[in-house]
């Protein structure tokens, strides 16, 4: 969408389908030209002034007749396509898609299997707490994790809520074997600050391969 005119993603947009398929097929473009097998659907904002109760059925019907062109679309390029709930409490009070739950209806309805939920514990955290029930619940769905602590959206050893080594042997358990995005502000370097996954790494008995990994 257009940024500086406040958008944030165009899929649950009522009237823009057509600049959504647009951006849908430039997003395409790029993924395969760098190999990336995952494209994050953004679902948008609701439009400024309105209601959101008065306008949920129709971004969530235009939210679906998008998903499903989309699936049908990334299919033919073996891509997945993801949805990511963001929290509207702090990061954007007008975003659409707020909860793991309001995905998980969304997905079902859509009925795709090439479809997936972006679970970012960040904004997770905000808005429904409960991660290791909501982990467990959801997994089936997850196509991709990403992280942050809660409340300053820094490295995950920063001070804040979350446990991330429990959370991090949660995923383990739980047979996780996709990427976990680092979607937060470093505080400082970015290398020094990954200097939390050489800890980890080392508490799991890989020394060798936690410097090499974060020295390259």
């Known amino acids: 969408g257009d940024q500086e005119a406040g958008e944030m993603g ?34 948008g904002r609701v439009p400024l002034g309105a209601d959101r109760a008065a306008v949920a059925d129709e971004m969530e019907a235009t939210f679906i007749e998008n998903l499903r062109y989309t699936a049908d679309l990334l299919a033919q390029e073996d891509m997945i396509g993801l949805v990511e709930p963001i929290n509207n409490r702090i990061t954007d009070p007008r975003y659409f898609l707020n ?9 079902e309805k859509v009925g795709r299997p090439n479809l997936k939920l972006q679970l970012d514990l960040f904004h997770c955290q905000i808005m429904d707490g409960n991660l290791s029930r909501n982990l467990e619940t959801y997994f089936p769905l997850i196509g991709h994790i990403q992280i942050a602590q809660v409340p300053g959206r820094h490295e995950p050893d920063s001070p804040g809520e979350l446990n991330f080594p429990y959370i991090f042997e949660l995923l383990e358990s739980l047979g996780y074997t996709g990427y976990v995005g680092c979607e937060y502000a470093p505080k400082g370097d970015t290398l020094e600050g990954l200097g939390w996954l050489r800890s980890y790494w080392e508490s799991r008995g890989l020394q060798h391969r936690g410097t090499s990994k974060a020295a390259e």
């Open 10 to 43: 165009l899929a649950a947009v009522p009237g823009r389908q057509a600049a959504f398929r647009q951006a849908l097929a430039a997003a395409v473009q790029y993924a395969r030209a760098v190999g990336c097998p995952r494209i994050h659907l953004m679902a």
């Open 99 to 107: 909860t793991p739950h309001q995905a998980a209806a969304i997905l």
